[in-house]
């Protein structure tokens, strides 16, 4: 929760992931709560990689990106 900052789970949520594939849900129909819960259960769920710079994190940002923050 803390990383997400009040961001909605999908933000941090890997939804071309093989993983969440093969588990044939709608994304559609998932809470925040439920990505979360399977973010925890599966950590490849989770849109990589996750930077923490001062107090805002990035989800799955390339180095381009990254280089203009800092």
Do not use: W
Request: net charge negative; glycine share 2%.
């Amino acid at each position: 929760m803390e990383l997400l900052q009040d961001k909605p789970a999908t933000e941090m949520f890997n939804f071309r992931s093989p993983s969440f594939k093969k588990l044939g849900l709608d994304r559609e129909k998932l809470s925040d709560n439920e990505l979360i819960d399977l973010m925890l259960k599966e950590p490849r769920l989770v849109r990589r990689p996750v930077v923490r710079i001062g107090n805002d994190v990035y989800f799955s940002a390339d180095k381009s990106v990254l280089e203009d923050l800092v």
